[in-house]
């Protein structure tokens, strides 16, 4: 069974310009995650889906960012106008809507913008 | 404020001795808690996690973690370190209940370095 699968791997671009990632979760998965990580540092929760719905997008800045779930399948998160701070690794999760499941994550998206 | 520490920036430990990375946690009522271990330009991989039960639950490759309720810790113990064990580890938490529920919170991770 295929995990998580996120893409592109790597994205350099330069700023002001719009960037977006796309995640496929694991099948039958119906939470969804964005995380943003910073080197060295801790995930940060950018938006939590449940199947199509937005359950949790507090910590999105959402002047730049979206974020969208069609059919609470795969996901797709987007930046624009980006900035030099947003120079970070992009992870998706996904787990089953149990609580006590574990998440299992992508590779992430390594964005750097220039 | 629902919060995970990481005291440790980094841990060394020789090969073939005993290793823990510490982690403790501010979250309001009896939490999910989980392990999780980052190798380089990778994803997060799962190593374990505590529901329910015993206090000491085993893992993936030999790790193992000590939940202790009154001191909110959930420590990551292994008997014998590999030098392959090095790594990035982050221990995270899920509310069981309310409206945070389901929001995975995570530390600020623990460079864990093995030496031969």
């Known amino acids: 069974e295929a995990g998580v699968v996120q893409s592109p791997r790597y994205k350099i671009i330069e700023k002001k310009q719009p960037v977006a990632f796309w995640c496929n979760p694991i099948s039958g998965h119906n939470t969804l995650y964005w995380y943003l990580q910073n080197l060295g540092q801790g995930p940060e929760l950018l938006i939590r889906?449940?199947?199509?719905?937005?359950?949790?997008d507090s910590q999105l800045p959402k002047d730049r960012f979206s974020a969208e779930r069609l059919k609470g399948v795969d996901s797709t998160l987007k930046i624009q106008p980006a900035e030099l701070g947003d120079s970070a690794v992009y992870l998706c999760?996904?787990?089953?809507?149990?609580?006590?499941?574990?998440?299992?994550f992508g590779q992430g998206t390594r964005l750097t913008v220039v | 404020a629902q919060s995970v520490a990481q005291p440790e920036d980094q841990v060394n430990v020789a090969e073939g001795n005993p290793l823990t990375v510490k982690c403790t946690y501010s979250?309001?009522?009896?939490?999910?808690l989980f392990w999780y271990v980052q190798y380089p330009n990778r994803g997060l991989q799962f190593l374990l996690k505590y529901i329910t039960g015993d206090n000491l639950v085993k893992g993936s490759y030999g790790f193992e973690a000590e939940f202790n309720k009154s001191q909110t810790s959930f420590h990551l113990k292994k008997p014998s370190a590999l030098v392959s064990d090095s790594a990035l580890y982050f221990c995270?938490?899920?509310?069981?209940?309310?409206?945070?529920?389901?929001?995975?919170?995570f530390g600020q991770g623990t460079e864990l370095s093995v030496k031969p």
């Open positions: 995270a938490v899920r509310p069981r209940l309310g409206n945070q529920g389901g929001k995975l919170i």
């Open positions: 979250v309001s009522g009896n939490p999910y």
């Open positions: 889906y449940e199947n199509e719905e937005a359950v949790d």
């Open positions: 999760a996904s787990s089953l809507g149990d609580r006590g499941t574990e998440a299992f």
